[in-house]
């Protein structure tokens, strides 16, 4: 079974509908990221947790929420989808000791959400 | 302001050649750079990483090289093969809470 799943796989819907795009991990690690992909502009960063209790704005977060429901599980949600918003979307995980142990949080990808906004 | 840089064409190299891929950063100082290979529809996934205070580091076929004073590392895969054929990405960390920015990536093609 993968690490890290990514809840839908694929999703088409409507401007001005609510998303919740989730992600769960069997990996037992502390952090995690939700990145969008665009073509021509690499991966970016919407939201990252660190543990249960601590979230951060990334770079491009407006039009987006997210919840760390435990420890395994970070959803994302697009409050008021619009088509500029349609990407692929991909949750990943690192873990706070590999870090202090110096591994420098190596990220773990999920298979990615292909989300299309209309 | 902060940049890196991924050369955006394809690099189209013959089976058993060696690849190297770039990747130029501007504005940053990273305590360490990573290497991620992604394939098409898929997550990106981890290969290699190197410190700021090393200038090289190797895994099987792949080396990667780290230059602070020329702001570059470069991606080197020896005795290329096709399913050698992906992007591949840099990141960097940038000194803040252990996040990684990530370049855009190169697309590799191996022919036989």
């Known amino acids: 079974d993968a690490d890290v799943t990514q809840t839908p796989r694929n999703r088409i819907t409507k401007t001005g509908k609510r998303i919740m795009l989730e992600c769960s991990q069997t990996k037992g690690h502390d952090r995690m990221y939700w990145y969008r992909q665009d073509p021509g502009l690499g991966l970016r960063l919407i939201y990252y947790?660190?543990?249960?209790?601590?979230?951060n704005k990334g770079e491009i977060s407006d039009g987006y929420s997210v919840s760390r429901q435990a420890q395994a599980k970070f959803s994302l949600s697009l409050e008021s989808a619009i088509p500029n918003q349609t990407a692929l979307y991909f949750c990943?995980?690192?873990?706070?000791?590999?870090?202090?142990?110096?591994?420098?949080?190596?990220?773990?990808f999920g298979p990615g959400t292909r989300l299309t906004v209309l | 302001s902060q940049k890196i840089e991924q050369n955006s064409e394809a690099l189209n190299i013959q089976e058993g050649k060696t690849a190297t891929l770039t990747c130029n950063y501007t504005?940053?100082?990273?305590?360490?750079l990573q290497w991620y290979r992604q394939d098409p529809g898929r997550g990106p996934v981890f290969l290699l990483l190197i410190r700021e205070n090393e200038k090289e580091k190797r895994k099987e076929r792949l080396k990667v090289t780290f230059d602070t004073t020329l702001k570059q590392s470069l991606f080197h895969i020896t005795a290329s093969q096709p399913a050698d054929s992906a992007t591949y990405l840099c990141?960097?960390?940038?000194?803040?809470?252990?996040?990684?920015?990530f370049g855009t990536g190169t697309r590799l093609q191996v022919t036989l």
């Open positions: 990141a960097l960390n940038t000194g803040t809470a252990s996040k990684l920015t």
């Open positions: 990943a995980t690192s873990d706070l000791r590999s870090g202090r142990e110096g591994f420098a949080d190596t990220q773990y």
């Open positions: 947790s660190f543990d249960v209790k601590d979230i």
């Open positions: 504005n940053y100082s990273p305590a360490y």
